[in-house]
Nanobody, 115 residues
Framework: QVQLVESGGGLVQAGGSLRLSCTAS???????????MAWYHQAPGKERDLVAL???????NYADSVKGRFTISRDNAKKTVYLQMDSLKPEDTGVYYC??????WGQGTQVTVSS
């Protein structure tokens, strides 16, 4: 079973930036490269929503709420997917999770944006 570990969260003021990382283990580099990787956001008391995804060949897709502010990228050699978060807003606060094709979730990383 693939394992995912997210990191990079923290407390930041509105308008600031953070870069999240998610590293996979128990999966080969080839296996990782074939996965579509995605980031999800779970705000306090709300459901987990898709924020961004990146397919095996690099195609990306974003939720309307983060378009132009967030950038997803991947480094298959490092089995890592990133989420660059710029122009952060208080509504971006929550726990961020990454996920591949398997039904496996990491522990998430907390992002708090103060106004």
């Amino acid at each position: 079973q693939v394992q995912l570990v997210e990191s990079g969260g923290g407390l930041v003021q509105a308008g600031g930036s953070l870069r999240l990382s998610c590293t996979a283990s128990r999966i080969s580099e080839l296996g990782f490269s074939l996965n579509t990787m995605a980031w999800y956001h779970q705000a306090p008391g709300k459901e987990r929503d898709l924020v961004a995804l990146i397919a095996r060949y690099g195609e990306t897709n974003y939720a309307d709420s983060v378009k132009g502010r967030f950038t997803i990228s991947r480094d298959n050699a490092k089995k890592t997917v990133y989420l660059q978060m710029d122009s952060l807003k208080p509504e971006d606060t929550g726990v961020y999770y990454c996920k591949g094709d398997a039904e496996a979730w990491g522990q998430g990383t907390q992002v708090t944006v103060s106004s």
